[in-house]
């Protein structure tokens, strides 16, 4: 067992490269704030960006609500120095927006969740700090029509930063431990961020709240003011560990499908709670079709395990059925590792074993993990 947490430096900060080289034990949203008192920003956010780190995000491709218009951390390394089990040290990538000499590597590391090697600095891409930002918090009585609006949003090629959606069980779940507030009636809500310039973000905003008036939203607050803005995402990214209050044993799942499915997997969700008796409560970034089911039950109940495990393969079967993938950004570990062939196939598997073979001969790596 690695602990890497005092290698935290943020070796340099190039402004005008537009880039920063970090070791792995930097938190995440330490490193934001740094980096925004220079006007500059690094999209990837975790709902854990104040406990996570650079190379937690690196383990599992961390994403996050501002995925919909910036993409995930694989998006933005450039470069990853790595100790492999071997003893070798391994440079990839380059300090360059550029690099194609040779396999990609860097990206190979990223989402390889601890499986090849030890990733000990990063070369991360930044991009310019958005001159505005607007919250924009829309409230539905019922759950299709807050996923409507998120695909008719995505098909109206709006781009807001952020798309979130909420159902009604995270959302009385957050409103007991975050005092959020909607109107009477409300049983889902989609948070949204417009940035950019002002008037794009403005604009942008404007268009976001039209579309979810039309799409029978209850009531639409917007808020530009930063303590606001970011009482409404406290809300959002405390929305797990609400759930987690609720019951002692919390799985949280981690599909994606293709967009234009997301009213279809939300549905089926829903039909697989009640064909299994269990509270799934269903949010996550629904901009970029990535749900977080999360079923609430608890272990000293065998029966219900047993429906909660019945549940999540039945979760998975869906998410693929619908052209879907298992997992967005929290990676396979054990619980996924025995659907991974229904995905990417037996002759994938072969090849991902065999490059783990390549990497880590002795199998040394974060054993078990991934694989069968
Ligand atoms: C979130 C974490 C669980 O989106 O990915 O809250
Ligand atoms: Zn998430």
């Not at 937690?56 to 790595?82: V, W």
């Not at 990538?93 to 990733?119: I, M, P, Q």
Request: charge should be neutral; glycine fraction near 10%.
């Amino acid at each position: 067992v690695l602990c890497l947490t005092k290698m935290n430096s943020i070796k340099e900060v190039a402004s005008a490269d537009l880039l920063t080289v970090v070791e792995p034990g930097v938190v995440t949203g330490e490193l934001q704030r740094k980096l925004e008192e220079e006007g500059l920003f690094y999209p990837p956010d975790p709902a854990s960006l104040e406990a996570s780190s650079i190379g937690g995000n690196i383990g599992n491709s961390a994403g996050g609500p501002r995925g919909f218009k910036y993409g995930m951390t694989k998006d933005y390394i450039l470069g990853l120095e790595a100790v492999l089990p071997t003893g070798e040290l391994v440079k990839t990538g380059a300090r360059t927006v550029k690099c194609v000499t040779g396999y990609d590597l860097a990206r190979l590391f990223t989402g390889s969740e601890g499986t090849l090697g030890v990733v000990t600095s990063a070369i991360l891409r930044l991009i310019p700090l958005p001159e505005e930002r607007i919250t924009i918090l829309a409230s539905f009585k019922r759950l299709e029509d807050a996923a409507s609006l998120v695909s008719e949003a995505v098909s109206a090629g709006l781009a807001p930063s952020a798309l979130e959606i909420m159902d009604n069980v995270t959302l009385s779940a957050i409103r007991e431990s975050s005092g959020l507030n909607s109107p009477e009636g409300t049983s889902a809500l989609v948070l949204s961020e417009a940035d950019g310039f002002k008037e794009v973000a403005v604009k942008e905003a404007q268009k976001v709240r039209d579309l979810s008036v039309k799409n029978g939203a209850i009531s639409v607050q917007m808020e530009k003011e930063k303590e606001r803005r970011e009482k409404l995402w406290a809300a959002r990214r405390g929305a797990f560990a609400a759930l987690a209050r609720k019951k002692p044993t919390t799985i949280l799942e981690d599909i994606v499908v293709p967009r234009t499915r997301l009213v279809d997997m939300v549905k089926s969700v829903a039909e697989i709670g009640k064909r299994h008796q269990l509270v799934i409560a269903t949010y996550g970034h629904a901009g970029d079709g990535n749900l977080h089911p999360t079923i609430l039950c608890d272990k000293r109940d065998e029966d219900e395990m047993r429906r909660a495990r019945a549940a999540a393969g039945d979760i998975f079967e869906r998410a693929l059925d619908l052209g879907g993938t298992l997992s967005g950004e929290h990676g396979i570990g054990f619980e996924k590792a025995g659907f991974m062939h229904k995905e990417v196939g037996e002759a994938g598997i072969r090849i991902m074993k065999r490059l783990k073979d390549s990497f880590d001969p002795k199998g040394i790596m974060n054993p078990g993990k991934m694989f069968e």
